[in-house]
């Protein structure tokens, strides 16, 4: 199983929490960098966050102050905390591994877990 497996999606009010999880067992997974994307209804795929392996982060600025990606390579997982969420994060999540560390292209990705925020 080398696809990712992202988890944690639901249904939350707006200011509210979630974290979600993404777990790569059949990766080197030290080796890649994570990153989080999502898909609103409608709209393309956007970039939201990445870690390189040495954990260094980048955001869109539209989820910084809000959100916190972060790995943990014992467990083969990344994980992306969401804290003061809006209807405007309402999307499909999915998490995407990068081996060449350049965030050109990502070798493989999830199958997306939804977060939906009421107003």
């Known amino acids: 199983q080398v696809r990712p497996v992202e988890s944690g999606g639901g249904l939350v009010q707006a200011g509210g929490s979630l974290r979600l999880s993404c777990a790569a067992p059949?990766?080197?997974?030290?080796?890649?960098?994570m990153a989080w994307f999502r898909q609103a209804p409608g709209k393309g795929r956007e970039f939201v966050a990445r870690?390189?392996?040495?954990?260094?982060?980048t955001y869109v600025d539209s989820v910084k102050g809000r959100f916190t990606i972060s790995r943990d390579n014992a467990k083969n997982t990344a994980y992306l905390q969401m804290n003061g969420l809006s209807p405007e994060d309402t999307a499909v999540y999915y998490c995407a591994a990068d081996r060449s560390g350049t965030g050109k292209f990502y070798e493989h990705w999830g199958q997306g877990t939804q977060v939906t925020v009421s107003a």
């Open positions: 059949g990766l080197t997974f030290s080796m890649y960098a």
């Open positions: 870690i390189s392996v040495g954990g260094s982060t």
